[in-house]
């Protein structure tokens, strides 16, 4: 649907703001609100209870993800800032990840990282509208171009609320265009929401195809071949296999399992022709990701034995829960110059082991319970597993050539989901940008929603 423009605009004196409709106003933000007022003591009781919110845990579309209950005592150091009902907070560090949401109805124990600047409309602004406000494109690009740094670019909240924003002066106007962006906003993230449901199924699909094949053979995964007669595995937990598959140790069906090595690097990409230490990061998609590395100072001397070599199979050792394990290959066409870090195991198959068939059975679910069983640290922080569980994972194996031809089937089953998933993908991400560019527009003052029934005001 198109909505008018305004019948009349007026020039300010900011280039990057332009016209604004009139009987609006553009000020800088330090005229509308008041920023970071609240902060948690340092002689808070150390037991007192907190719902932590960090800057992890915001995105521009869904707000706040998750929350962290916390003693104090337990709490980092930057959870600090006191949020009140109709606040909204902004990222200051790592402004490229549009961390912004508004505050609605929050337990009174809500504490957000000094990372955000927590934003508090003055009377004559409507919260909500605010709210949306400090998500429109045009302020998050006066964010973006104002903050310093490369790697970790942040802006000074003293910068922040000095960039202009623009607003009608009259508040049951913002109210009007805050209903309208809450009826338009809900019914664009229920669309999104039902989406995202689907890309979960494709992609747990995706998962249960690849498992099938390489843990029960083609017959099981609905290929129309014939199905093989089974035996019992041995192990209670996988249950039974193919009677003709080998069940072994991954340390008989590989040669030297090693990890790398761990510099002080530079933050930035190494150059093309420098060397580099690959990040656990490479490994965190089913494809290796050379550009996932840091760049090896000058002054130090590489270790060409950790260099990494086409086909090498990658295994995340250090890792959240989540991604720990994860696994990928080295592509033939990989750069020269890249080093294995001490995060990451490397491994070769032996002969009568096909690399692309041992990888997709490490990201199985069978390989999961197992690292996940053996893992070390926190489950809410980064994991770790060591040689030994690696050297002892329970592997299942065909011979040979039935390995290449269940990859080979597995490479065109997930090619058809995956084109499904990019299709989905590609709807969800229209949909987010028409929510974008709305917000943007109806706060900027490009539309007109004034006459708009909106049904939350009928």
Known sequence: MRYPAYLDYTPTRWPEVGSIPSGWEARRLKFAVTCNDEALSETTDSDYEIAYVDISSVDLVNGITAVETLSFDEAPSRA??????????????????????????????????????????????????LGYVLQNTAFIDEVVAHSTGVSYPAINPTTLVCLPVRYPGDKTEQQQ???????????????????????????????AVITQAVTKGLSSAGSGQAAAPLRDSGIPWLGQVPKHWEVKRLRFATGRIEQGWSPQCDNQPADDEAWGVMKVGCVNGDEFDSLENKALPLDLEPMPEYELR???????????????????????NVRPKLLLCDKLFRLRPTAGVDEEFLT?????????????????????????????????????????????????????????????????????????????ALITAATTGKIDVRQVAVPSLA
């Open 310 to 332: 086409p086909k090498d199979i990658l295994i995340s050792r250090a890792n959240t829960k989540e991604l720990l394990g994860s696994a990928a290959i080295v592509p033939e």
């Open 177 to 207: 265009i805050a209903a309208f962006l809450d009826w338009k906003t809900g019914q664009i993230n229920a669309l999104i929401a039902k989406k995202q449901e689907l890309l979960e199924k494709l992609k747990e699909n995706r998962l």
């Open 360 to 436: 997709c059975y490490l990201r199985t679910p069978a390989a999961r319970y197992q690292y996940e069983r053996e893992a070390t640290g926190s489950s809410g922080s980064m994991q770790n597993i060591g040689q030994s569980t690696i050297k002892n994972l329970v592997v299942f194996l065909p011979p040979l050539g039935e390995q290449k031809v269940i990859f080979q089937y597995i490479q065109r089953e997930v090619a058809k989901l995956d084109a499904l998933v990019n299709k989905v993908q590609t709807v969800v991400d229209r949909l987010t940008e028409y929510r974008t």
């Open 80 to 129: 600090r800032r006191i949020v009140r009902d109709g606040d909204t907070i902004v990222s200051t560090v790592r402004t490229y990840l549009k961390a912004i949401a508004p505050i609605e109805a929050p337990p009174g124990n809500m504490i957000v990282s000094t990372g955000f600047a927590v934003i508090r409309p003055l009377e004559f602004v409507n919260s909500r509208f």
